[in-house]
């Protein structure tokens, strides 16, 4: 399944709108979609790429790839790179270019910020004033992105989340892993959602999780297929194995893990908060991702999936 493309080629602009918007940023697009949504036919032009899930620059190598910077007399990289930077005399810029605007490479954090910070006299005298001012425009401005964000911290009188700290500390815990195979030998996989909190965005097998306390592994796994991919099947246990793996974001998986072989010919009503995509792949296409794009799979899928391979010939 793919996501929809947004843009269009410049070719295909009309010869006439009511109004033209430049740039997808934050600024534009809001501006551009209040206008469309006002009954005017509006054209938003932005000089960088789209990505689609699964197309941004996810290595440094990648990454390295999509720089451009504009220097005093001379530029380097293409104009359409994603990564964009300015080195001037004065004042150094970086920016995002592409559909989306910086947001595309911005922390995406939104937090009030700490009083101090405007006490900092580089900030205008306006905003300090408004800063201690709590009827100004700043204060309802926080308060309508609280409204429409709706940040809701994980409460501090709650237990400590025992997922969290057994992944902090690497402790060795159960887990399982489906792999479902339709009748031509294609696994079902599924790239996780871009949200999650470790491995985000990677490619890897149908379905994984967690046993609940005294839940057996098999009702385990047709709990989460349901839950994750919208999809019951039959299912085998197949094996077991014992991996550890340390994420970027400093988590460490270690487990020991069960894998199941489910049987389905079907399409999969996936959950958007766990699941970005899926499709069903042949072997071939797999050992060749993997070896073309190691870093687009999840480590657990790269050790179990020459086991199920083999399990499965
Ligand atoms: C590293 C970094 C981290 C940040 N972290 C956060 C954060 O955590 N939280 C937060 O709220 N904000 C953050 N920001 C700030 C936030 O990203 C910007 O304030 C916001 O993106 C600005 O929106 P904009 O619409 O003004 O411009 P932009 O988002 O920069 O969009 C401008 C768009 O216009 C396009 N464009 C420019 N010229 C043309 C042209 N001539 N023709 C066609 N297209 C053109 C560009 O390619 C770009 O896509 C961060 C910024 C950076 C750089």
Redo the contacts with the bound molecule.
Sequence with gaps: MKNRRLSKPIEKMLPHYDVVV????????ITASRLSRAGQKVCL????KEYLTGEFPDTQTEAATNMQFNLNNKRIGSKSALY?FWVDDDINV??????????L??????IRPEKWVFKEKTFPKILQDESENSQSDLEEGYRLAYQMLKPNPYPENFPPLKKMEAHQKGLLHRAFSVFVVNPYGEIMLQRRALTKYHSPGLWTNTCCSHQRAGEETRDAAHRRMKEEMGIDCPMSAAFEFTYRAEFDNGLVEHEYDHVLIGEYNGVAIPNPEEVEEWAFVSISEIEEGINKHPEKYTEWFKIAFPKVKEYLS
Excluded: R
């Excluded at 430049?22 to 697009?29: A, D, E, L, R």
């Design positions: 430049i740039g997808s940023g934050y600024g534009g697009s032009l932005e000089k960088g964009d970086f920016k995002g270019c592409g559909l989306g605007g910086t947001s490479v911005n922390a995406n954090v939104s």
